[in-house]
């Protein structure tokens, strides 16, 4: 069956749909050795479907991977840094971390830790970045200060960052400290970058640490196991899967 380039592509782990299409524009791709376009349509049974000169076969699909990271502090979510620091794909063993297509789902930044999915299936990642689609992730925050209910109403409301109002969270307290820090938590419904920490920071409340504790039903420290310890990784178990994969609608 015909399907479009960068979708093959991103079934078949080599890249996200996103990073497949940029890959095409820079004509790094060929089907039937002529140079690919955007919205072209392949079936790799019958056609043949080159990337940077190698050509993809059917029976080189990777095996899907889906993995839970605890993401630590000071490690970039990205599979490779400019300036060379230590990026999440290197926290896996050597076995996923090339040929295998692995990458971030999203991202946390270098200063913030915890849950943060990787996979090879570009499908599900496409799927799970889209605007569209509003998985819930909860996030344990330290700010400076005691913010009263009045400030947690207006986050929880919804607060105006560059010209657009973020959608409503939900946002409580959970304990404040003698050294005037209070710890929320607070579960987002849509990834717009940094945006806990920019919402905390106009309120006057400012972030002193982020921590991801859960991405929908898939959690760090489910009841009943031990929690993942920061730097490591497991297997989504099936009904884990099946939750992002209902969220998604695929």
Known sequence: MDERLQKIMATWGIASRRQAEQMILAKRVRVNGNI???GQ????????IEVDGKPIKPSHRPVPIYLLLNKPIGVVSTCADPSRRRNVLDLLPRRLQRGQGVHPVGRLDVDSTGALLLTNDGELTFRLTHPRHHVPKTYQVWVQ???PESVLQAWRQGVILSSRKTIPAEVRRLKQSID???LLEVILFEGRNRQIRKVAEQLGYPVIKLHRSAIGSIELNPPGKPELAPGHYRSLTPSELEFLQNQVNL
């Open 180 to 182: 005037s820090q209070t």
């Open 145 to 147: 200060g005691h913010p």
């Open 36 to 38: 690919a376009h955007l």
């Open 41 to 48: 349509k392949a079936n790799p049974s019958s056609d043949d």
